[in-house]
Structures are given as C-alpha cells and as structure tokens.
C-alpha cells in the first residue's frame, strides 16, 4: 500500500491494465529470448509488475533479423503452448526502416501492433538516407508508424528538437523505452527522455525488454511526483492503444 505522505512512485504503481507493445520475448528469433524458458522467465518478470498482456515485437532487419509472419507466427505459436492461462499475447514486429522493409510493404508482409499502427526503428549510427520515402511509402501503405525509443538517437538530439519536431511532422508518433527513465542507456539519452516528455512529444511508452535483467530494472524505477505527472497521460495513452 502506498501511503497518503510518499512522495515517489514506482512505475509499476502506473502499468495496472497496460499492454506491453515493445519487447523481445519470443524464443529464438531476435536478440532478445533465446529459448522459451527465456521467455517464460521474462513474462514472471513482468508479472511482478502486473503486466500480463503483450504484443511480442521481435526485430524485423534484413541484414540480421529478417524475419517475416511465417517466422514470427512459428514463435508465437509456441510460446503460447507454454505461458500461464492469465497471460494473453500477440505478435507484430519491431521493423527496421530499410530496404527489407520496403521489400515487406510491398509484398504485403507487414504485420500492425493494432489497427494500422506499425513499430519502426532505425540505426543508432544515422538515419537511413531515404527516410522520408520510407515513411511515405508506410504511409501510403495506409499505415501508421511509431517511431521505437527516439530518445536513443544521439543524431536527433538538438538543443531545439527540430529534427524530432520534423518526424512529427511527417505522421510519426513516438514510443519511450521505460529504462530511458533511468541512465541505462546513457545520462544523455535519460535527459532527452525527460525533455521530450515535458515538450509533449511522447505518445507512448513501452519496455523494449530483452531480457530478465531489464525487468528487475524496470521493477525499481522509482517516480518523482512531477516525473508521474509527466509519465501518467502517456501510460494511459499506451493502455487505450489496446482498449
């Protein structure tokens, strides 16, 4: 019980209802669980926070991951064999904007979190050279891009967000890593986690979890009373994604 005089929160006091639409918790095909102990590990994991619902967003990327529904379907189909009866779970991807995506919209391959929403990334070194045809042509496709963790982008990362403001401007919307709260990723990228929350550019927020060792993570972040203010309308954004 949390008392009428504590200050902070945890996170987790926020995720009641909350579907996870980041994560890496399908066995054997990303970076993320490599078995299906694995990933039953990790759902415990997010158990201990009171998530229970999730959409399984393994990386799509042609050069390491390219994965297609086949393949997605195939891990889904097994892990589901095994988790708990209270856990419920689904699959999209998490798709890197390059040619193999391209290749994706046009055979028709791509696979929405939720409506036409479609999770996209990009190289931590740079943006992709035709990034603007990319999101166009997922636009065109009739679908609606969600950029994965932008505040992990150091190339983005100007003094006015112009380059973020940009992104916007062209119909992406923006999902914040949780651990970018803390200085997981580096202090940098916890500051643009916190300016991008207080300009009211992040829509939603999500785990990117990988891994047990993320959860124990995100299980201990602890809020401030205005850094709650700031987290609570994105968390309840995230929730009506899946309402």
């Given at each position: 019980?949390?008392?009428?005089?504590?200050?902070?929160?945890?996170?987790?006091?926020?995720?009641?209802?909350?579907?996870?639409?980041?994560?890496?918790?399908?066995?054997?095909?990303?970076?993320?669980?490599?078995?299906?102990?694995?990933?039953?590990?990790?759902?415990?994991?997010?158990?201990?926070?009171?998530?229970?619902?999730?959409?399984?967003?393994?990386?799509?990327?042609?050069?390491?991951?390219?994965?297609?529904?086949?393949?997605?379907?195939?891990?889904?189909?097994?892990?589901?064999?095994?988790?708990?009866?209270?856990?419920a779970i689904s699959a999209s991807g998490e798709y890197m904007m390059d040619q193999f995506l391209i290749e994706q919209l046009e055979?028709?391959?791509?696979?929405?979190?939720?409506?036409?929403?479609?999770?996209?990334?990009?190289?931590?070194?740079?943006?992709?050279?035709?990034?603007?045809?990319?999101?166009?042509?997922?636009?065109?496709?009739?679908?609606?891009?969600?950029?994965?963790?932008?505040?992990?982008?150091?190339f983005f990362h100007t003094r006015d967000l112009a380059k973020y403001e940009d992104l916007k401007e062209r119909g992406c919307t923006f999902q914040l890593n949780m651990l970018s709260l803390t200085p997981h990723y580096g202090g940098n990228m916890q500051k643009v986690a916190y300016k991008l929350l207080e300009t009211n550019m992040i829509d939603f927020i999500s785990s990117d979890a990988h891994k047990v060792a993320h959860l124990e993570k995100i299980k201990n972040i602890k809020l401030s009373k205005k850094q709650g203010k700031l987290i609570e309308p994105v968390i309840e954004k995230s929730k009506a994604l899946f309402s």
């Open positions: 019980m949390i008392s009428i005089f504590q200050k902070n929160k945890y996170l987790s006091d926020y995720l009641e209802g909350f579907t996870d639409f980041h994560n890496h918790i399908l066995p054997g095909i990303d970076d993320g669980a490599a078995t299906i102990q694995d990933s039953l590990d990790i759902i415990k994991e997010f158990g201990e926070i009171g998530v229970k619902n999730f959409v399984a967003t393994p990386h799509v990327m042609g050069e390491f991951y390219p994965n297609e529904p086949g393949t997605i379907k195939n891990a889904l189909s097994i892990l589901k064999k095994e988790i708990p009866e209270n856990v055979n028709e391959n791509v696979t929405p979190l939720v409506d036409k929403k479609v999770l996209v990334e990009m190289s931590y070194f740079q943006a992709p050279i035709n990034l603007n045809e990319i999101l166009f042509k997922l636009q065109n496709s009739s679908f609606q891009p969600i950029l994965a963790h932008p505040e992990r982008y150091a």
